[in-house]
């Protein structure tokens, strides 16, 4: 099938390049010059592992190119996807849906014969009802079905999520829609992958439903965390124990400084926002996002008390400036939080990450970026781990004690156990758990 991907950013490239992969001929589109000049060179603009060769190994077999044309792309297209960036909106927190309205106009323009225009960005209830209308009033005599079809990727594993999905959900009002994304899909449908289709709307809710639901997961075995702290149970322990009932399973129970990146903070506050403009408000989620909003910088002052309660003059060495491992993504990520509130109380801060730092330049003002840990830690009052990297897993602690100032660390990821680290002379902290406990 011939089909445009229209944006060319994470959603976009990453599903680009796999329905490529698939076998289907793919245009990635984008208004950045800049962006497709670089991506024809094979330069790649985020950090994804294995995205850069899945690039070059279809380019090379001649199923992927780049363009900032969207008339030539769209014309020859059976499929559109829309795949531009819906960030929250100065102001209110709804979604900003301008780049998706834009596309559908400028698609509206270009299509020839039937075409099915797909909803692939991640957007509120009713907005394929919008870009169906906003199509059919530039171009009366379009044929087209808009259809919503939601991304489920996690950065870092995305090309792996692409292509062994637990699902693939499709809503449509259209029939004439079904036959055409079955075959878009058919190399995962073969595979098993179950392909669910709905609505249009409830598949658009089925998306932000998920994402807040995770999001909510991830906020209350933070809560647990805390009460574990003043109880003197171990969370990671509660962690297992609830997951192992079916019912809960074990995933994104992991305590930590709480979630980031481009979907849940940006996803659970506009279903809360659209939530409260249909009079049904999500009160979960409204406090789901004040529990994580609240809980970043109070991991700053977690570190504070780590140090005695008073940093004024002191160096902080960060490791981990991501959200997660395993990506570039800045996007709302605790670190920022967490270094702020430091810098507040008058403390200096050296940071390192290996992916993020060309990024957290961007976003984090007045800190000194290093080359690699035991750089960051050099002169350092406290280490502190805010990304769980796999290189941070396995800490040279003699190495670290001899470059700090004093012996400091405080782990918000729970990566080590107690002992592991005060043997080595260390103070240790870490997220819901007695600091003597050694059962982990």
Not at 102 to 114: L, N, S, W, Y
Not at 186 to 198: C, E, I, M, S, V
Not at 336 to 344: C, G, K, R, Y
Request: glycine residues 8%.
């Amino acid at each position: 099938m011939h089909i445009t991907m229209i944006g060319s950013g994470y959603v976009g490239l990453v599903s680009g390049v796999c329905f490529a992969d698939f076998g289907h001929d793919v245009i990635c589109v984008d208004k950045d010059a800049g962006k497709i000049e670089a991506l024809r060179k094979g330069e790649i603009p985020i950090f994804e592992p294995g995205l850069e060769q899945l690039v070059a190994d279809n380019v090379r077999a001649g199923r992927l190119s780049f363009s900032t044309e969207v008339e030539s792309s769209v014309t020859a297209s059976d499929v559109v996807f829309i795949a531009v960036g819906t960030p929250s909106r100065r102001g209110d927190g709804h979604a900003d849906l301008s780049y998706v309205y834009a596309a559908a106009r400028e698609i509206a323009q270009h299509v020839k014969g039937f075409t099915v225009i797909v909803t692939k960005s991640t957007v509120p209830v009713g907005t394929g009802d919008e870009v169906e209308r906003i199509v059919r009033e530039t171009n009366p005599d379009a044929d087209v079905a808009v259809v919503s079809n939601p991304e489920f990727l996690r950065e870092g594993a995305a090309i792996e999520d692409f292509k062994r999905p637990d699902r693939i959900v499709i809503g449509l009002n259209d029939e004439r829609a079904r036959g055409v994304m079955t075959e878009v899909y058919r190399p995962l449908y073969l595979n098993q992958a179950p392909l669910l289709f709905t609505s249009r709307r409830t598949s658009e809710l089925i998306k932000y439903a998920a994402n807040a639901f995770l999001a909510m997961k991830i906020t209350f075995i933070n809560e647990m965390a805390d009460l574990c702290e003043k109880v003197g149970a171990n969370v990671q322990e509660v962690s297992r124990g609830i997951g192992l009932d079916g019912r809960i399973g074990s995933k994104f129970l992991h305590a930590g400084p709480g979630y980031g990146g481009s979907c849940f903070p940006k996803d659970t506050l506009a279903l809360a926002k659209t939530a409260q403009d249909y009079d049904s408000p999500v009160r979960l989620i409204e406090t789901t996002v004040s529990i994580n909003d609240n809980r970043k910088r109070a991991m700053g002052r977690k570190v504070i008390a780590a140090m005695g309660g008073d940093i004024r003059g002191k160096t902080i060495a960060v490791l981990g400036l991501t959200f997660k491992p395993n990506t570039d993504d800045m996007r709302d990520s605790p670190s920022i939080s967490i270094i702020q509130a430091l810098q507040d109380a008058g403390a200096s801060v050296a940071g390192y990450d290996p992916e993020g730092m060309d990024n957290a330049r961007q976003l984090i003002e007045n800190i000194t970026y290093a080359d690699d840990a035991y750089s960051a830690a050099r002169g350092a009052d406290a280490l502190v781990i805010i990304t769980e990297w796999n290189q941070f897993r396995a800490l040279d602690f003699g190495r670290l004690k001899s470059v700090m100032n004093a012996p400091v660390l405080v782990d918000l990821r729970n990566i080590y156990r107690h002992d592991e680290v005060t043997k080595h002379g260390f103070a240790y902290t870490s997220v819901g758990r007695p600091s003597s406990d050694d059962t982990l």
